[in-house]
Nanobody
Framework: QVQLVESGGGLVQAGDSLRLSCAAA????????MGWFRQAPGKEREFVAG????????RYVDSVKGRFTISRENAKNTVYLQMNSLKPEETAVYYC????????????????????WGQGTQVTVSS
């Protein structure tokens, strides 16, 4: 079992930055690819960014490329999402998730491939 706890959300103005953290406990999370997703009211949960198990590769949705950075510290069992130049339309609950397959070669962007989820952290961007 893996427990994931997100933190770092809050209320910011457009153009501001936030850094989300995801602390993992339980199984050795360093064996799994990790992802950040978000869900806005009335919308489906969408993939934002992913990082492979050893941190050597990342993947982003096009809309956040150049502004968001995902990283991980396996020694601390923690994954981060640095978000810069935030936009009002990025207001959502942000979720951290762990891939259901150890050492997967590719970073997948579909929710069904992620087995463990955190409770989410609210990010609100005002205009």
């Amino acid at each position: 079992q893996v427990q994931l706890v997100e933190s770092g959300g809050g209320l910011v103005q457009a153009g501001d930055s936030l850094r989300l953290s995801c602390a993992a406990a339980g199984r050795i999370v360093s064996n799994y690819n990790m992802g950040w997703f978000r869900q806005a009211p009335g919308k489906e949960r969408e993939f934002v960014a992913g990082i492979n198990w050893n941190g050597s590769r990342t993947r982003y949705v096009d809309s956040v490329k150049g502004r968001f950075t995902i990283s991980r510290e396996n020694a601390k069992n923690t994954v981060y999402l640095q978000m810069n130049s935030l936009k009002p339309e990025e207001t959502a609950v942000y979720y951290c998730a762990a891939d259901g397959q150890r050492w997967r070669g590719s970073i997948v962007g579909v929710t069904s491939e992620y087995r463990y989820w955190g409770q989410g952290t609210q990010v609100t961007v005002s205009s």
